[in-house]
């Protein structure tokens, strides 16, 4: 979360007002995060959170909003996407869910209670394993469908784009991984993985709590349609792991997997393939933090993340793989 385009009180104003949302009291742009521009937006009717798209488009955005719809209406506690009132149809009941600000796509969601929990226990990973496993179940029948766009095609796009500026050791490992995964996504065990709408990007800093609680999943600008196995990767990579050295947390690990198959058990495709995804979403983190850090936009309020921690993630992952035997 940035700001990449500045957007004035006046603006926010009419949004909220065309938005039936109540008279604006502030706007406070959010610091952090890389790819769009983010702003809390208080009314007189309560907190939202203001997100101008800096590259999803107005024809992509569809599906991360309506996804967002379809979860809340579904009981996952997820920022719920407002509407234009006036703007439904048959199909679309909730209405016109992407708005123009500034030129750009836009959308105004409700502001999650709670704050991320930057050292999780046992007990957390536990709740983000079993709310992961409703969401997926949850999202079966979503009608609508787009790739995960950072997704393998990505991964082949952007490795020659990063590679001059990474060192031998460096760019070996990323040729040699990317052939792997190729390989791995061209066999049959991967062909069987079940799939369905993915987060694709549940970090620590995606997930709120309250007093212990999960309050809710957000950030939803990088689902698509994947391997839901993938999505449990990512999550293991992040919530999981001995952050400075990338080494996985053994106690962490089971407690996730255990909250997650206490809601839906691991296929065996998705145990027998379980260190390969651990492997590439450690890969898909690093090219995108390269990509990212040597190759920036500029923004008024943007912190590049550190590549070299994916790339320990990677490293131990290749080096000690992990075995599902949940």
């Keep these: 979360m940035a700001v990449f385009t500045e957007v004035s009180e006046a603006q926010a104003a009419d949004l909220a007002a065309r938005l039936a949302l109540g008279e604006l009291r502030e706007l406070r742009g959010?610091?952090?995060?890389?790819?769009?521009?983010?702003?809390?937006?208080?009314?007189?009717?309560?907190?939202?959170?203001?997100t101008l798209f800096e590259r999803l488009t107005f024809d992509q955005l569809p599906f991360y909003l309506h996804l967002m719809k379809h979860l809340a209406q579904h009981g996952i506690p997820v920022p719920d996407p407002h509407g234009l009132p006036g703007s439904q149809t048959a199909d679309h009941p909730e209405g016109r869910l992407v708005h123009?600000?500034?030129?750009?796509?836009?959308?105004?969601?409700?502001?999650?209670?709670?704050?991320?929990?930057?050292?999780?226990?046992?007990?957390?990973?536990?709740?983000?394993?079993?709310?992961?496993?409703?969401?997926?179940?949850?999202?079966?029948?979503?009608?609508?469908?787009?790739?995960?766009?950072?997704?393998?095609p990505w991964w082949n796009e952007t490795v020659p784009v990063v590679l001059p500026h990474v060192d031998a050791r460096q760019a070996a490992l990323l040729v040699s991984e990317l052939a792997f995964?190729?390989?791995i996504a061209s066999g049959s065990a991967y062909a069987a993985l079940p799939?369905?709408?993915?987060?694709?990007?549940?970090?620590?800093?995606?997930?709120?709590?309250?007093?212990?609680?999960?309050?809710?999943?957000?950030?939803?600008?990088f689902a698509g349609v994947?391997?839901?196995?993938?999505?449990?990767?990512?999550?293991?990579?992040?919530?999981?792991?001995?952050?400075?050295?990338?080494?996985?947390d053994d106690e962490r690990t089971r407690a996730f997997l255990?909250?997650?198959?206490?809601?839906?058990?691991?296929?065996?495709?998705?145990?027998?393939?379980?260190?390969?995804?651990?492997?590439?979403?450690?890969?898909?983190?690093?090219?995108?933090?390269?990509?990212?850090?040597?190759?920036?936009?500029?923004?008024?309020?943007?912190?590049?993340?550190?590549?070299?921690h994916f790339e320990r993630v990677l490293r131990e992952r290749v080096a000690q793989p992990l075995r599902a035997e949940t």
């Design 100 to 152: 123009e600000v500034c030129g750009k796509p836009a959308a105004v969601v409700d502001k999650l209670r709670g704050r991320s929990e930057l050292q999780p226990t046992a007990a957390h990973c536990t709740a983000v394993g079993e709310m992961l496993a409703r969401m997926h179940i949850a999202g079966r029948d979503y009608p609508r469908h787009q790739p995960n766009l950072r997704g393998l």
């Design 226 to 248: 994947d391997t839901w196995v993938f999505d449990i990767a990512v999550c293991l990579n992040d919530w999981c792991i001995d952050l400075p050295s990338g080494a996985h």
């Design 195 to 221: 799939r369905g709408a993915i987060h694709a990007d549940l970090f620590r800093d995606n997930v709120m709590f309250e007093d212990g609680r999960l309050t809710g999943f957000f950030d939803f600008y």
């Design 30 to 50: 959010i610091q952090g995060g890389i790819e769009n521009t983010n702003y809390f937006l208080t009314t007189s009717q309560g907190e939202y959170v203001l």
């Design 181 to 183: 995964q190729n390989h």
């Design 258 to 308: 255990d909250g997650y198959t206490r809601v839906r058990r691991l296929a065996s495709a998705e145990r027998q393939l379980l260190p390969a995804m651990l492997r590439a979403g450690a890969l898909r983190f690093w090219i995108s933090r390269l990509w990212d850090f040597h190759l920036p936009r500029e923004a008024s309020m943007l912190k590049a993340h550190d590549p070299s």
